[in-house]
């Protein structure tokens, strides 16, 4: 159980994340998140009133069975397979946080007062954020996962173009933005 239960070191992770990506490969497949929410929409019947949702979706379920599985297993590995880690970050950033009103930081897994504190503010935030994620992927034509794993794997351009992009506004978040919402 100390393996279930610990962090698995990077060359583990790292080499089932290239057989994976080797599969896909050799499968001719693509992998990334963002395209289920596509999915998700076709199986739900978007097609009939938006062309960019008419297409066989059903070839794309193994996809759709791959997120399936990520949530559960994110659901088990959280509540069966944890003991409640709190990832280690540097004093500095602890301090930092905590001038910009974050008193958990270094105490909880995610902020609490972010995603435990329900106002209108935190509701603002999630939404505004979530709203530009979504537009971001749409815009890049994927997400991060799908870019940074799977168009890096096999080559493509536009995914390093993408990553690059994803890095420098992730810079631009936690060193310009980030400040000045809170």
């Known amino acids: 159980m100390d393996l279930l239960m610990g962090p698995w070191p990077w060359y583990v992770g790292g080499s089932l994340v290239a057989l994976i990506m080797l599969a896909l490969i050799l499968l001719g497949r693509t992998f990334g998140f963002s ?28 996809n759709l069975l791959f997120l399936l599985g990520s949530v559960i297993g ?17 004093e500095q950033t602890v301090t930092d946080l905590k001038e910009l009103g974050i008193e958990s930081a270094g105490k909880a897994y995610s902020p609490t007062e972010i995603f435990e504190t329900i106002n209108a503010k935190n ?27 799977s168009g890096l794997s096999d080559l493509q351009w536009p995914s390093l173009i993408a990553v690059v992009g994803f890095f420098i506004g992730g810079l631009a ?3 310009l933005f980030f400040p000045l919402i809170f």
Do not use: E
């Open 123 to 149: 509701i603002a935030i999630l939404a505004i954020g979530g709203l530009l994620i979504g537009f971001g992927t749409r815009y890049a034509g994927g997400c991060t996962s799908g870019h940074a794993i």
């Open 35 to 62: 395209s289920n929410f596509r999915n998700i929409c076709a199986v739900l019947g978007a097609g009939n009133s938006c062309s960019f949702f008419k297409f066989d979706w059903k070839k794309q379920i193994w």
């Open 173 to 175: 978040m936690v060193h």
């Open 74 to 90: 994110g659901f088990l590995a959280a509540h069966f397979l944890s003991d409640n880690q709190i990832p280690q970050i540097s």
